[in-house]
């Protein structure tokens, strides 16, 4: 990891810069591929009171660059909130990768209990193919209640027509029919 710390209009005392170093080696806790942490501190003033402004830009590998700015009067107090920011927006990106991880395994557990229907389907594709069950035809009418009464997310039917339609659940509640 590529750490950098710069300071503008103030000097950057060695009690400074291992304040930002131990912050940071916090940061490696979460085995993200951190690629680089750069750190600005500025001083400026707020209504002709000095303040400290603490900038930390996280490069992450194969994921967004994080900027997590903080102001304060104090040098030590706006590097430790800003470095709590940063350790919650990285906890989040470690909690995603290890659900991800964990739910993929489960999935392959659900699907090894499957029996396999059709064994002249290829291994590698993930469509099934099965085949329609319309027994007769229907009015949409009697196609909604049908698919109220068994909780359906959408019905493929013939009509009296002998026309194929599609009765589907839309996402404001209501029904929509092709």
Known sequence: MNVSIVSKKVELTEDMRAHVEAVIEQLEKYSLDIVAVKTVIRAGKNHNKPIIHVEFTIQLAHRDTIVIKQIDKDFHAACDIAVERAKK??????????DKIHSGSDEHKAEADVPE????VEEDNNIVPMDLEIHKPMDPEEA???FKGHNLMFMVFNDH???RRVLYRRKDGRFGLY
């Open 117 to 120: 229907v059709y064994s002249d």
């Open 161 to 163: 027509d002998d026309k």
């Open 144 to 146: 909604l209640e049908y």
């Open 89 to 98: 927006v990285l906890r989040r990106y470690h909690d995603r990768i290890k």
